[in-house]
């Protein structure tokens, strides 16, 4: 099995994890996340991870989401895996979003590891885009 595990600072990994339950389907137990909460300490996150990668086995492969490259979520998530020997299945990506998460979903039982990684980090930035509407000036509205 593929997993998909969601880090990050606050309460954004389990929201993010809860608004891809709305879109790719709830309870999937493909879908792991746990965050780093205000006030809590390196070693509580350390066991939380822990405790949340217990059900990975050996076969399995994680594709891993963080929100910032070099925060503590990813680089202690980091350490975790390579302490329980599943950092060389594990392929980590910084910079999560909707999109990205939500296409990972769906397309990652569909390509090997490599082939996802490479279709998910352009699917992600190309996420980021300025929405505007256009506002007209219409003297006969007022």
Do not use: C, W
Not at 62 to 70: R, T
Not at 116 to 140: H, M, R, S, Y
Request: charged share 25%; hydrophobic share 45%; aromatic share 4%.
């Amino acid at each position: 099995m593929k997993y998909i595990v969601l880090v990050s600072h606050g309460m954004f990994a389990p929201g993010l994890h809860d608004a891809l339950g709305m879109l790719a389907g709830e309870n999937r137990t493909d879908i792991l996340s746990t965050s780093l909460k205000n006030g809590m300490g390196a070693d509580e996150f350390t066991e939380n991870f822990r405790k949340l990668i217990s059900v990975v086995k050996e076969e399995d492969e994680i594709l891993l989401f963080a929100d910032l490259l070099g925060g503590s979520p990813l680089t202690v998530s980091a350490n975790v895996l390579a302490e329980e020997g599943l950092l060389g299945r594990t392929t980590m990506i910084t910079g999560m979003n909707l999109p990205l998460v939500l296409s990972a979903a769906v397309m990652k039982d569909d390509m090997d590891m490599e082939e996802l990684k490479e279709a998910l980090i352009p699917e992600g930035q190309d996420a980021i885009a300025e929405f505007t509407v256009q506002v007209t000036d219409n003297e006969e509205d007022i």
